[in-house]
C-alpha cells in the first residue's frame, strides 16, 4: 500500500460526459502528480500540482483540468469524454521531486 | 526534449537465473533516471533512481542499476530473480526545471519460469 489513494476505482460512462476522479496523496506530500495509462499511449504525463499551486503541465488536453485543494487533495476533471479517453489514471505523490508513489489508479472506460 | 526507449517488450527467465533490463535514453544534460514497477492491477512503485554521484544505485527487492553516460544507458540489474518479481517494468527519465516531469518508456514485460 503506497498510501495514495485514488476513487472510483472503476468508472464507465459515455461520450460527451463529464467525469471527476479525485486522490489523496500519502500524509505529508506537497507533490500530486497526474498520469495517463494506455495500450497505445503508454505512460502520460499530464499535470502536476504543489502545495496547490500547478508546477507543471505536460500532455493534458483542454477538455481536462485540474486542482489541488487546500486539504492537499487533487482532482482531475475530464469533461465531453471521446472514446479515446478510456485509460488508466493514476495519481502519484511525493515529498520532494519527481513522483514517488503512485495510487492503485482509476479506470475509466468511455462507450 | 527528453526520451527513453526500452528495446524489449517481454523477457522471460527462469527463477533464479540473473537478469538485464534495458533502458536508453535521450537528454542533453545530466538526466535524472528511475526505475519503476507495476504489478497486474496495480500502480508503479519505485525501485530505485539515480540523481548523481556513484553511478551504481541500489534499489529495493534486491535490484540495482548502472548509470553509462558514455552508453547513455541506465540498466536494471537483480542477480537472481524470484517468481514474484514477474512485473512490467518501466524506465523514465526527468529533468530539473521542467516541473519535475517524467518521461517513461514503454515497459519490459517480465515473465519468470518455474
Known amino acids: 500500500d503506497s498510501g495514495v489513494t485514488q476513487t472510483p476505482k472503476h468508472l464507465i460512462t459515455a461520450t460527451g460526459q463529464r467525469v471527476t476522479l479525485r486522490c489523496s496523496p500519502r500524509?505529508?506530500?506537497?507533490?500530486v502528480y497526474w498520469y495517463q495509462q494506455s495500450l497505445d499511449q503508454g505512460l502520460q504525463f499530464l499535470i502536476q500540482y504543489y502545495n496547490g499551486e500547478e508546477r507543471a503541465k505536460g500532455n493534458i488536453l483542454e477538455r481536462f483540468s485540474a486542482q489541488q485543494f487546500p486539504d492537499l487533495h487533487s482532482e482531475l476533471n475530464l469533461s465531453s469524454l471521446e472514446l479515446g479517453d478510456s485509460a488508466l489514471y493514476f495519481c502519484a505523490s511525493s515529498t520532494d521531486s519527481f513522483p514517488q508513489y503512485f495510487g492503485p489508479g482509476t479506470r475509466l472506460t468511455v462507450l | 526534449a527528453q526520451s527513453v526507449t526500452q528495446p524489449d517488450i517481454h523477457i522471460t527467465v527462469s527463477e533464479g537465473a540473473s537478469l538485464e533490463l534495458r533502458c536508453n535514453y535521450s537528454?542533453?544534460?545530466?538526466?535524472?533516471l528511475f526505475w519503476y514497477v507495476q504489478s497486474p492491477g496495480q500502480g508503479l512503485q519505485l525501485l530505485l533512481k539515480y540523481f548523481s554521484g556513484d553511478t551504481l544505485v541500489q534499489g529495493i527487492k534486491g535490484f540495482e542499476a548502472e548509470f553509462k553516460r558514455s552508453q547513455s544507458s541506465f540498466n536494471l540489474r537483480k542477480p537472481s530473480v524470484h517468481w514474484s518479481d514477474a512485473a512490467e517494468y518501466f524506465c523514465?527519465?526527468?529533468?530539473?526545471?521542467?516541473?519535475?516531469?517524467?518521461?517513461f518508456g514503454t515497459g519490459t514485460r517480465l515473465a519468470v519460469r518455474p
Open positions: 500524509s505529508g506530500d506537497l507533490s
Open positions: 523514465a527519465v526527468g529533468a530539473r526545471g521542467s516541473g519535475d516531469k517524467l518521461t
Open positions: 537528454y542533453g544534460a545530466t538526466p535524472y
